[in-house]
DNA sequence: CTGTTAGCGCGTTCAG
DNA sequence: CTGAACGCGCTAACAG
């Protein structure tokens, strides 16, 4: 209602308006310091008058934190980011932050960039779900700490460096599933979502290894579908496990073939939410029916695993509880105590539905 | 490498390990301005000898621009928005920009504050999927737009202000989508999603102004539903929509009502995911098959419409589509083009798959 | 308790 | 083509 579109408001004018020194108005606004009760409604009044709002950005400059923390994931457009996201901006939201989330496409060269760009808003911490495997392809991830900005792994966690990390155990969570099939009398159970190789692994170590490689989340999920394999002794079989591209598409070809062999899977663990929907879509163009054909276990619990026929056994995962951790962690980190790169552990749930059932008769 | 934790080095510091001006370093590293290559060369490596990186807060104080835009929405969390943001975030990344993202969880008062944080930090642009539902309650736009912030609306469009708007015609998708209903033979459709008032209005004008006043979609989405209805001649009965929470613990509820009507629904039109999870619910207990027993359409494709038994009719939503288009609108108006608050309306498709049969004979 | 003064790091005149 | 000086809007020490 006042003004047209000329520069903001400063605190000076405010001042003026009030007929009061800057500092006195700076104190007012900013709301430290003392100031008398009368000086203080005017300066109030004044500043609604003209529309005043603080500058962010200048008073960042003086004080050296931005009230901002940056996220970086591979696609925010996936529930599962969508979810963390939510959870670490909520948390950030209650400490008085806001949150600046970049996508990265589970590209290193992106996740790299999007660091860089952080670190120049100068962000007051980063939260990331690194594509990086190793500490060496996680030099930017110390360029940050170097920068003196703390950083908190979600969802992944890169063995070997120092930092914290807010994951669940993949590995004993897989490892439950599988048991659930195997206690169910399975003893061919097909693993989707393997290692993104072109040519298959014949050895466990390699099979592994080369998941790893990929991302931390999908070795420790084979090594859990392995653990409850050995532990009922059953021999592990390279053709049930899914190799290539991770897609619905590859998984619906790569189920497809298993589905074909002369001694096919009973069972499937589909370690993630498109590999889920792919091997759906396989038993479906089999003309293969879940449960009482081919018994089924996912990941990450969704609203829609409720509503299939039959309702679907699921690992839940707790996306938002991921998300408020990590900033929790982070916050603590921003304060000044720096910890020893723990890992810390959320649970996860088998929640039993009806997509196991007992294993046909030989 | 070098530096511990102390401050991070400023382009003076780069200046003298250089041995030049401030003001050589300044333009060499902005990009801006003439300097010898071989100066431009020392600049360069003493830069990242020791680990220089442009401070962008302080960049924004002087050129007034802060590369930042900023996002409200109602629920990150929620795949619709998630993929929205992502489409937003990612026409800004192309042009430099990064992306502040606040979930307000549809509360006007949280959007109000969330729009006052983004004025705050000076963002360059706001892009919002809003609560307000006319021109008295977005005042905190105006506001935006006093401090010379465009803001482009995504998703809803507020009728009275003269804002651009990205969006889908809600009216016609529903219409035909009902229509199709229709064409099957159905007369009996329930509407999954109404407006969320304890007391079921009577009349069409309240029911529509009710659904109006919660959320410009809704309202959009039953008239579309109602222009189906007099297009053929059916009679609207108040029964068949619902009406009360907007949660699918109710829309089960609902749903379940009018099952057990003595002249229930044989088809259901459902606006929303949740709406259409609790309906599918409902339909289960009530042990009624999708297609063969009653008919349905979704709003919304997700992925595991596909994998569902039969997979569900669906209306899809260019979730990305409306969000790199929102960023695109806002960019222009950044630069500077003002325009005059038009709608930009993207296009829905209907997909035909198999959760709509023929009407039962009488 | 209030006003004055000096930076925060960078962009941008303006002389040399 | 290079270096010195001023300002962006605010916080923070300092006198008064």
Chains 1, 2 share one sequence.
Not at 34 to 41: F, G, N, Q
Not at 57 to 85: C, E, K, Q, Y
Not at 118 to 139: E, N, Q, Y
Request: hydrophobic share 45%; with cysteine; net charge negative.
């Amino acid at each position: 209602m006042t003004s047209e579109r000329s520069a903001p408001p400063t605190i000076s004018e405010v001042a003026i308006e009030a007929g009061v020194g800057r500092s006195t108005a700076a104190r007012t606004l900013g709301g430290y310091g003392y100031v008398s009760p009368e000086l203080r409604e005017r300066v109030l009044a004044a500043a609604d008058r003209i529309g005043y709002r603080a500058n962010a950005l200048a008073r960042s400059m003086s004080t050296g934190v931005s009230h901002t923390i940056g996220v970086i994931v591979a696609d925010l457009a996936n529930p599962f980011f969508g979810g963390v996201v939510r959870g670490i901006s909520d948390a950030a939201h209650e400490r008085g932050s806001d949150t600046v989330v970049i996508s990265t496409n589970e590209h290193l060269s992106e996740e790299v960039a999007a660091t860089n760009v952080l670190i120049d808003k100068r962000v007051d911490g980063i939260i990331i779900a690194s594509a990086a495997v190793d500490a060496a392809s996680a030099t930017h991830i110390e360029q940050a700490r170097d920068h003196g900005i703390p950083v908190v792994l979600v969802d992944r966690a890169i063995p070997g460096l120092g930092l914290d990390a807010v994951v669940i155990d993949n590995r004993a969570a897989a490892r439950g599933a599988v048991e659930r099939l195997i206690a169910a009398g399975h003893r061919r159970i097909g693993f989707v979502w393997g290692p993104p190789v072109p040519e298959r692994p014949r050895r466990r170590r390699e099979m592994i290894d080369a998941a790893a490689r990929s991302l931390w989340t999908d070795g420790e999920r084979l090594q859990g579908y392995l653990d409850a394999l050995d532990d009922e002794g059953i021999v592990f079989d390279a053709d049930l496990v899914m190799v290539g591209e991770k897609t619905e598409a590859h998984a619906l070809q790569e189920v497809g073939r298993m589905l074909a062999m002369t001694d096919p899977p009973t069972a499937l663990f589909c370690t993630e939410t498109d590999a889920l929907t792919g091997s759906l879509r396989a038993l479906r163009e089999a003309r293969l029916r879940v449960a009482a054909d081919v018994s089924l276990i996912g990941f990450d619990d969704s609203s829609w695993a409720t509503v299939m026929e039959p309702p679907l056994t699921m690992i839940e995962q707790p996306m938002l509880a991921l998300g408020t951790r990590a900033a929790e962690v982070l916050f603590a980190a921003v304060e000044g105590q720096d910890s020893r790169g723990e890992l810390h552990t959320l649970d996860t749930r088998l929640i039993e539905r009806e997509s196991v059932a007992p294993a046909p008769r030989l």
